[in-house]
């Protein structure tokens, strides 16, 4: 089976997400043509709720009536990642910025919230931590810095050529843009000096023209350069947070870009970051920003022609706005929020550093999928007649191949695995123990009790066969992925060992060695035959 993901956030005329809809209120469409919607939930953080069990000294004692005594740590479930752009960023801009996500790690970082400073440039960067000073520490450093050599070239080239105006002339083939940069270009040469003197004027036009080309090549690849570089690392940092469990939400802090020639590495980003659970909100560091015609006012005007000024500035302004377009882009292909058009940028990273409170997952099964890599358009519509917002990515590439049931198996169990959700398939019991076996050192066990009353097994050969995939894993206070074992009990029981078990259950004891601190335990069991699973938490705090 090759399912087919769509989150979708639904907003009222007030912007607030809607959590009272239906699977018959949804209607989903790919290429046109209506799909049949097979999975359908809501997610809101009441549903995402994260119960854990506290561990225990050994030796165990017998659990005594009541509620079991909260533990003292509490395990993170939510992650934020501060990206900040200082590729493309102005001084101006980065110190708005900065203070914005200065108050914002001061005021709003709840005790189980993880955030991190990240950096295009990969300078003055801290990972995930509850520590604010680390924090602070980090966003102090954040202002432009130039990620390739030719983005530390001088302004002042002549002719003045934005991104662009240079993927017009470079990639488009713009005629106007062309014939504009080569009047430009001469005025340049008689000014430099460089024009050739008594030569004929179509030699000075050959010139001119072999002087706008190269300097559209030139800007056009820095421009490119620029934007892979912020395209890799918002892989990396997706990669990372493929790992950690909870709620995961990246802020995109820039002043927008554009990406031509780029599609496929773009549309790449967004495949990760729906499969991965990611969010990408984006908050657009100009604020209300007026259009930018003249350049950086930090930097000399270099204007040799004025009478083209209004022309350079058209595809100036043109060029800013589908920056604009490339962070709603992000945002809204991935399911997250964008900021932008306004100053207030503390109360932006407040909006778009959250998740929405409620959205839904659809999923649905394509009709004659051909595995070719193919894009598919999507579009999610409501039966109701209120008049609510909708918000869901527009399409997918098609995989290359099918998935395999051992395939479908690992990538339940990772989901699992890599998430908060406490999920009953299976009745499963979860206990932790521990004992130090040094000053430094511990042992942890982890142990899982099944209940096989409700487990299918089938009947093959006169054994009562079923397999169980146990999965333990254990993450440190920040999230941050520790070790982890699997274990496949496969069972082949006669009739009498199966009612023996049916009464008492199977217990699965995994062992892990680890220091004193503080630990969060995910407990995975997956059936084969039914493929259902169940998930637990635990949480475990080793004294030093």
């Known amino acids: 089976m090759n399912l087919v993901p769509v989150r979708v956030i639904v907003r009222d005329a007030k912007g607030h997400a809607v959590s009272t809809l239906h699977k018959q209120d949804f209607q989903l469409f790919q290429d046109g043509k209506p799909q049949i919607i097979s999975n359908f939930s809501v997610v809101t953080p009441a549903s995402i709720g994260n119960p854990v069990v506290a561990t225990s000294a050994a030796p165990a004692v017998a659990p005594q009536p009541g509620a079991p005594a909260p533990p003292g740590f509490l395990p993170p479930s939510r992650f934020v990642a501060l990206l900040f752009d200082d590729a493309y960023i102005n001084m101006q801009d980065a110190m708005q910025a900065r203070i914005a996500a200065s108050r914002y790690v001061d005021s709003s970082l709840a005790p189980t919230d993880r955030a991190a400073v990240f950096t295009v440039s990969g300078q003055f960067q801290v990972d995930f931590t509850d520590d604010r000073g680390k924090l602070q ?39 106007q843009a062309i014939s504009v940069a080569i009047q430009d270009a001469l005025v340049c040469m008689i000014h430099t000096g460089s024009a050739p003197t008594g030569t004929a004027q179509s030699t000075q036009l050959v010139a001119a023209q072999a002087l706008v080309m190269a ?24 990669g990372r947070m493929a790992a950690l469990p909870g709620q995961r939400n990246i802020v995109l802090i820039s002043p927008g870009f554009i990406f031509p020639n780029l599609e496929t590495e773009y549309s790449d980003i967004i495949d990760r970051a729906i499969r991965q659970s990611v969010f990408i909100n984006t908050l657009d560091a100009r604020g209300l920003y007026t259009p930018d015609l003249n350049g950086d006012i930090s930097q000399p005007t270099n204007d040799p022609n004025p009478a083209f000024g209004g022309i350079r500035s058209s595809y100036r302004l043109q060029g800013q706005t589908r920056q604009t377009e490339t962070l709603s882009a992000f945002a809204t292909d991935t399911g997250g929020w964008a900021f932008h058009g306004n100053n207030d940028l503390g109360r932006g990273l407040q909006e778009v550093a959250s998740a929405p409170d409620a959205y839904y997952f659809l999923a649905f099964v394509p009709s004659n999928l051909k595995f070719d890599g193919h894009f598919h358009s999507l579009k999610v519509t409501l039966a109701t007649k209120d008049k609510f917002a909708i918000q869901a990515r527009r399409g997918y590439f098609a995989p290359l191949h099918g998935e395999t049931p051992e395939e479908v198996a690992k990538r339940d169990i990772d989901d699992a695995i890599f998430s908060q959700e406490v999920r009953h398939g299976l009745a499963v019991g979860l206990q ?5 076996t040094g000053a430094m050192d511990a042992k942890l066990a982890v142990l899982a ?23 333990a894993a254990v993450f440190d206070r920040d999230g941050n992925f520790v070790t982890g074992k699997e274990e496949v009990v496969s069972m082949k029981l006669r009739d009498e060992t199966y009612q023996r078990l049916c009464r008492s259950g199977v217990t699965v004891k995994t062992s892990f060695d680890l220091k004193p601190g503080d630990y969060v335990v995910r407990l995975v069991v997956r059936d084969s035959n039914a493929a259902v699973l169940s998930a637990e938490n635990g949480v475990v705090e080793i004294p030093y």
Do not use: W
């Open 137 to 175: 520490a980090a966003l102090k450093g954040i202002q432009p810095r130039a990620v390739t050599a030719a983005a530390e070239a001088s302004s002042a080239d002549c002719p003045p050529m934005e991104y662009y105006e240079a993927d017009a002339i470079e990639n488009r083939n713009d005629q």
């Open 215 to 238: 300097a559209a090549l030139r800007k056009s690849e820095a421009g490119q350069q620029e934007t892979e570089a912020v395209f890799r690392r918002l892989r990396e940092i997706l």
């Open 432 to 436: 932790t123990q521990y004992y130090k």
């Open 449 to 471: 009790h099944v209940d096989l009353m409700h487990v299918r097994f089938t009947k093959t050969d006169g054994r009562n066969q079923d397999a169980l995939t146990v999965v």
